[in-house]
C-alpha cells in the first residue's frame, strides 16, 4: 500500500507530469478570467482559502514530509542541514500564499457588498507609533531571535569535508535558491540560463510597477480587482521558481538526473540522451540532405522561427486578440511587457519542446556559442 | 503639589534625571505628547512617523516581514562581526577556523545563528515583496521603491552567495564555482560567451578565461586562494556598503512616498 503510494508519487512528480498538471491546474486556482472563475467556484477550489482548506494544505505536506522522513532514500535528502530553509520555505509559501488569499477573498465579498476592505479604517483615528508599534515590534524581534537561537543550539551548521578542487562532487548543487536557474540549465545554455533570464527576471520585476497599469487594489489584500496581475506573478513565483527549486534540490540526483523523491540516487542511472536540434531535423529528417556548412543557411529556420517568435507574433496579437491591451497600454509598454512575457513563456515552450520531439536547440551554433 | 511628589515612581525619577533627559529628551513617555516627541527625537525611531494609521500596526497586514529581513541584517552584521575574529581568509586557515570556531570558543554558536539567520534573511525578504505584491503596495507612488527593494533582494542573495565560500569546504567551493561557472558564457564578456570572439583585435582574443568576467570574480581560471580573499571582501564589505545605501533610500522613500500603503 504505502509502496504503491510511494511509486505514485514518484511517477507523478517526474517534471513532465508534475509540470503539466501544476501549469494546467493553475488558471483554475488563481483564475484570471470569468469562464475559469466560474468554474474554480462550481469546482469549490476557492474553499482551498478557507481555514478548513489551509488545514487540509497544512496536512498534505506535513503527510508528504513524515512519509519522505519515514523512507531511507528521501530522508538523506531531507535530513542534510542546508536543506531545511527549503523545507522552511515550502511551509512559509504555503502558508502565506493560503494567507494572503483569504484575505483577499474576504475583502473581496466586502466590496461586492458595497463595503470598504477590512484594512480601512477613518484616517483621523491614528495610532501611536511609541507603544502601539514599537511594541509589536519588539515582540516579533524577540520571537523570531528565539527561533534562531534554538534552530542554532539543536542544528549545527553543515560543514563538509575541506575543500578539494581535484574531487568534484556528484551532483554539484549550487545554493538552494540558484537552484531554479541551475534546473533551467537542463533546457538552455548557460548564456541564457545564468545571465540573460536572471537579468530579464530582475528587470522583470522592477519594471512590475510600470507595466500593472491596473490602478485598483492598492494597499488592500484582494484578487478580484487584480486577478490577471496575480495569476502572472504567482506562476512565475510558484511554479517557474519554488517549484524548480524544489525539483532542484530534492529531485535532481547525480548527473543532474531526475529522480522520484522515494528513489534511489543511483550514480549509474542511464538517460538517453538523442536531443537533436531544430537543423538536424529541417535538413536531415525533412529534406534528407546534409547539414549545409554554411552556419547561416544551417541555422536559417532556426532565425526564422527565433524571428517569428519574438518579433512577429506581439505584432500579430496587438492586431488581433490583444487589440484592446494594446491601445490601453501604448507602444512602449506593450513592447515591453511582450519581451519579458514570451521570455518567460519560452521556458515552459522549450521544456515541451524537449520532452515531446527531443529538441536540443532551436539555433544550434556552438562555434560561436550561440545556442538557443 | 506634595502629594504628586510622593507619588512619583523610580522610573518618573530616573526619567527626570538630568542625564536620562539629556539622551532621550522627552523624559518618560505618558502623555500623547511626549509619546510623539519619544519617536521624533530619537534618531532610530525616527524612521517612523510619530502617528500611523490603525492597519498599518497589524501583523496580519504586514507580516512583520520587512522589519524582520532589516533586523536579520542587524543581526548577521554582529554575528559576522564576532566570525572575523576568529575567521582568516586563507586557503591555509580557512577550514580549521570554521572548525575551531564550534569546538574551540566558548558558546560557539555565531556561526550556526550566521547561517541560519542568512537562509531566513534570503525566506523574509522573498515573503516580504510578496506581502507587497498581494496588497499592490508597489502602485503608483511607490514604484520606484519597489524597484529599490528588487536590487535589495538581489543583494540579499549575493550576500548569502559570497559567504557560501568563506567555509572552504566542498560544499562551499563547488556551490561557487556551479554559480560562477555561469560568468563564463556572458555575452560577450564572456569567455564561452556568445560575441566574445567579436571583440578581438586581428587574431588576439581581448576576451579569454583570463580577462573574461569570470576571472574578474574569481581572480583567477578556478576558486583559489585569490578567491577567497575577493569573496570575504565582497562578504564583509563591499555588498554590506552597497545593501546600505540602498536600505537607507529604502526606508526614506517608505516616508516620502506617503508612508505605508492602505486603503483610501
Redesign the interface.
Known amino acids: 500500500m504505502i509502496e504503491t503510494l510511494k511509486n505514485t508519487i514518484d511517477y507523478l512528480s517526474t517534471p513532465t507530469i508534475s509540470f503539466t498538471l501544476i501549469t494546467a491546474i493553475f488558471p483554475f486556482v488563481f483564475p484570471p478570467t470569468d469562464w475559469f472563475d466560474r468554474i474554480n467556484r462550481k469546482l469549490r477550489i476557492d474553499k482551498l482559502w478557507t481555514n478548513t482548506g489551509g488545514l487540509i494544505q497544512f496536512i498534505l505536506i506535513t503527510g508528504f514530509f513524515v512519509l519522505g522522513y519515514q523512507d531511507p532514500n528521501f530522508k538523506i535528502i531531507l535530513m542534510k542541514g542546508d536543506n531545511f530553509p527549503i523545507v522552511l520555505m515550502v511551509y512559509s509559501m504555503a502558508f502565506f500564499t493560503w494567507y494572503a488569499m483569504k484575505k483577499s477573498y474576504i475583502n473581496d465579498a466586502r466590496l461586492d457588498e458595497g463595503k470598504k476592505p477590512m484594512e480601512y479604517h477613518d484616517p483621523e483615528d491614528k495610532v501611536l507609533v511609541w507603544p502601539d508599534l514599537v511594541y509589536i515590534e519588539f515582540i516579533c524581534l524577540i520571537l523570531f531571535m528565539v527561533f534562531l537561537i534554538v534552530w542554532s543550539i539543536l542544528v549545527p551548521a553543515p560543514l563538509e569535508e575541506p575543500a578539494n578542487p581535484a574531487a568534484t562532487p556528484n551532483p554539484s548543487k549550487a545554493p538552494w535558491y540558484f537552484l531554479g536557474l541551475q534546473e533551467m540549465l537542463v533546457y538552455f545554455d548557460p548564456w541564457l540560463a545564468g545571465v540573460i533570464f536572471p537579468t530579464l527576471i530582475i528587470v522583470g520585476m522592477c519594471a512590475i510597477p510600470y507595466v500593472d497599469i491596473n490602478k485598483k487594489g492598492d494597499g488592500y489584500y484582494s484578487f478580484k480587482e487584480r486577478r490577471v496581475g496575480y495569476f502572472i506573478f504567482m506562476y512565475g513565483w510558484v511554479v517557474l521558481w519554488v517549484y524548480l527549486i524544489i525539483i532542484g534540490t530534492f529531485f535532481r540526483g547525480p548527473n543532474w538526473n531526475f529522480f522520484g523523491p522515494f528513489e534511489y540516487w543511483d550514480p549509474h542511472k542511464l538517460e538517453v540522451l538523442n536531443n537533436v536540434n531544430l537543423s538536424e531535423y529541417f535538413w536531415v529528417i525533412g529534406l534528407g540532405q546534409p547539414l549545409p556548412s554554411n552556419i547561416l543557411l544551417r541555422e536559417s529556420v532556426g532565425f526564422l522561427v527565433t524571428g517569428i517568435y519574438l518579433f512577429v507574433v506581439p505584432v500579430l496579437l496587438a492586431k488581433t486578440v490583444l487589440k484592446k491591451m494594446y491601445e490601453a497600454y501604448g507602444p512602449t509598454r506593450y513592447t515591453f511587457l511582450m519581451i519579458l512575457g514570451l521570455s518567460m513563456l519560452s521556458l515552459p515552450i522549450k521544456m515541451y519542446l524537449r520532452w515531446f520531439f527531443n529538441l536540443k536547440y532551436i539555433i544550434g551554433i556552438p562555434e560561436w556559442f550561440f545556442n538557443i | 503639589m506634595p502629594e504628586d511628589k510622593k507619588k512619583e515612581s523610580l522610573l518618573d525619577k530616573v526619567g527626570n534625571s538630568p542625564v536620562w533627559k539629556s539622551i532621550f529628551r522627552s523624559g518618560v ?1 505618558r502623555t ?1 505628547r511626549q ?2 516627541y ?2 521624533l527625537g530619537n534618531v532610530f ?1 525616527h524612521l ?14 504586514t ?2 516581514m520587512g ?2 529581513s532589516f ?1 536579520l541584517f542587524v ?1 548577521l552584521t554582529i554575528t559576522g562581526i564576532l566570525l572575523m575574529f576568529y575567521y582568516r581568509p586563507t ?1 591555509e586557515y580557512a ?1 580549521t577556523d ?2 575551531d570556531l ?1 569546538e574551540q570558543v566558548p558558546l560557539g ?1 555565531m ?7 542568512a ?2 534573511m ?2 523574509t525578504t ?2 516580504h515583496m ?2 507587497v ?8 507612488p ?2 520606484f521603491n ?2 529599490v527593494g ?2 535589495l533582494m ?1 543583494l540579499t ?1 549575493l550576500l ?2 559570497t559567504g ?1 565560500l568563506l ?9 561557487v ?3 560562477t ?7 560577450f564578456l ?1 569567455s ?6 567579436l571583440l578581438a583585435i586581428g587574431d588576439i582574443n581581448l576576451i579569454h578565461s583570463a580577462s573574461d568576467v569570470r576571472f574578474a570574480l574569481l581572480a583567477g581560471r ?3 586562494e585569490a578567491t577567497l580573499l575577493r569573496f570575504y571582501v565582497l562578504h564583509c564589505i563591499a555588498v554590506p556598503f552597497i545593501a546600505m545605501i540602498f536600505m537607507a533610500v529604502h526606508f526614506w522613500r517608505i516616508r516620502k512616498d506617503g508612508g505605508i ?4
Open positions: 513617555p500623547r509619546r510623539m519619544a519617536v525611531l517612523h512617523p510619530a502617528r500611523l494609521p490603525r492597519h498599518a500596526v497589524k501583523v496580519g497586514y507580516w512583520c522589519g524582520l533586523f543581526v586557503v577550514f570554521i572548525i564550534g554558536i556561526r550556526e545563528i550566521h547561517r541560519w539567520g537562509h531566513c534570503v525566506l522573498w515573503l510578496l506581502r505584491f498581494m496588497t499592490g503596495s508597489y502602485k503608483p511607490r514604484e519597489w524597484a528588487v536590487i538581489t542573495l548569502s552567495f557560501y567555509p572552504w569546504d566542498q560544499l562551499a567551493i563547488w556551490a564555482t556551479v554559480g561557472n555561469m560568468a563564463r558564457a556572458t555575452p564572456g564561452e560567451g556568445p560575441g566574445a570572439s578556478f576558486v583559489g500603503s492602505g486603503p483610501l
